[in-house]
């Protein structure tokens, strides 16, 4: 394996294993061992697990913002918004440890949990636009009251916190897309009559 490759190799090794063992339960000498490299070998691109967990939270990361589809001060059309969700929940499910995991990973490196705190509330903002946004447009029902746009809010980020804890329960549905899906009946009630209509058809 060339430099490179070794690279990425071992951080691949390390998803798959950190997600089906535990990041408690993997050492750097299982993931060398499974990929029949030696430990020093490991250590000279990764030096300590630690390095390997900031480097997939990167990773991650870097996922996330490409998938992102948001134009300024313009909504996407719902099928953009449910592509881009169901996206979201990919990436959020090849890295599920950071979401699973969340308690072991928090107390090794607290700043990985500074992030996803900051990611979560901006998150949340982005929500509280994007409804805001479409109530301008008439989209929402207007007499819809700033608290329970606030409270609409929270049950979105609540339900992209909690999906893939919930999936664990529901072998069978193992679509991302009926997640996403899932995730945006919650506003069914709140939209124009209209608007409902072209959601529904969509989220049937």
Same mark, same amino acid.
């Given at each position: 394996?060339?430099?490179?490759?070794?690279?990425?190799?071992?951080?691949?090794?390390?998803?798959?294993?950190?997600?089906?063992?535990?990041?408690?339960?993997?050492?750097?000498?299982?993931?060398? #061992?499974?990929? /029949?490299?030696?430990? /020093?070998?490991?250590?000279?691109?990764?030096?300590?697990?630690?390095?390997? *967990?900031?480097?997939?939270? /990167?990773?991650?990361?870097?996922?996330?913002?490409?998938?992102?589809?948001?134009?300024?001060? #313009?909504?996407?059309?719902?099928?953009?918004?449910?592509?881009?969700?169901?996206?979201?929940?990919?990436?959020?499910?090849?890295?599920?440890?950071?979401?699973?995991?969340?308690?072991?990973?928090?107390?090794?490196?607290?700043?990985?949990?500074?992030?996803?705190?900051?990611?979560?509330?901006? #998150?949340?903002?982005?929500?509280?636009? *994007?409804?805001? *946004?479409?109530? #301008?447009?008439?989209?929402?029902?207007?007499?819809?009251?700033?608290?329970?746009?606030?409270?609409?809010?929270?049950?979105?980020?609540?339900?992209?916190?909690?999906?893939?804890?919930?999936?664990?329960?529901?072998?069978?549905?193992?679509?991302?897309?009926?997640?996403?899906?899932?995730?945006?009946?919650?506003? *069914?009630?709140?939209?124009?009559?209209?608007?409902?209509?072209?959601?529904?058809?969509?989220?049937?």
């Amino acid at each position: 394996m060339n430099q490179t490759s070794t690279k990425e190799k071992i951080i691949a090794m390390s998803l798959n294993l950190f997600n089906r063992s535990g990041v408690e339960n993997i050492t750097t000498r299982h993931i060398a #061992k499974e990929l /029949g490299i030696s430990q /020093g070998n490991l250590h000279y691109h990764y030096p300590n697990k630690d390095k390997l *967990l900031e480097t997939l939270f /990167g990773d991650m990361l870097t996922a996330l913002k490409n998938a992102e589809r948001i134009i300024e001060d #313009k909504p996407l059309d719902p099928e953009q918004m449910l592509l881009s969700m169901t996206d979201n929940f990919k990436i959020m499910y090849s890295y599920r440890l950071f979401f699973q995991q969340n308690d072991v990973i928090w107390r090794r490196l607290p700043e990985i949990k500074e992030t996803m705190m900051l990611l979560f509330q901006t #998150k949340q903002s982005e929500i509280l636009a *994007l409804i805001e *946004l479409y109530k #301008k447009e008439g989209k929402f029902r207007k007499e819809i009251s700033a608290r329970q746009v606030e409270f609409l809010a929270e049950q979105f980020i609540f339900n992209i916190q909690s999906w893939l804890n919930v999936k664990d329960y529901n072998p069978d549905k193992v679509s991302f897309a009926y997640y996403a899906k899932l995730l945006f009946r919650l506003w *069914l009630p709140y939209l124009h009559p209209t608007e409902m209509k072209t959601w529904e058809k969509l989220l049937d």
